[in-house]
């Protein structure tokens, strides 16, 4: 009984020595929400290269403060009436179920506007629309792929941003002026504190 045991240590002793940890040279934890400058240096970029989609992807990731997975999923009736887009618009989270509330910005809402016209895009329509298929939405892997070329185009340290960033971002700017948790736990749909 004792020989199996030890066996078993000097086995799995053997390899430990032969692996490292998955995240040895990485930065992990929080990622860091973007700076007021950081916003607007990637807004005039994509303006100036006439990027329509990701103009509004971008300015709906800071108005809606939705997780990527339901960002990616939201279609034209979610945020637009007819040929005009709301000034507010609610989601039903996929991780929570619960339904999340959140306002349209005048620039958001120019910016949705254009690409709905640009891509003729009807009321079953996804907003953010994949080139691959019909009527697919980018996956949440694509996303994370357009956010680090905004990031990458501004000169930032792309490894302490990912695309939770855009969800943390206005939260972190609201609270800095107002120091109010809970309006920050109602903007981003949580439950608790």
Known sequence: MR?????????SGDLSMNTSPWNKDRII???????????????????????TRDLALFNMA????LRGCDLVKL???DVAYGSSVSSRATVLQQKTGSPVQFEITKGTREAVSALI???NL????????SRVGTN???????YNRIFHGWVAKIGLEDSLYSTHSMRRTKPYLIYKKTKNLRVIQLLLGHKKL
Do not use: A, M, N
Request: proline share 4%; hydrophobic share 30%; aromatic share 6%.
């Open 62 to 65: 800071l108005d809606s403060k």
């Open 136 to 142: 697919q939405h980018i996956s949440p892997r694509q």
């Open 117 to 119: 016209k640009l891509g």
């Open 29 to 51: 934890g929080q990622k860091r929400p973007l700076q007021i400058s950081h916003i607007w240096g990637i807004r005039i970029r994509l303006e100036l290269e006439g990027k």
């Open 122 to 129: 009807c009321s079953k329509d996804y907003l953010f629309r």
């Open 3 to 11: 020989d199996s045991h030890t066996q078993i240590t000097h086995i």
């Open 75 to 77: 279609k034209v009736s």
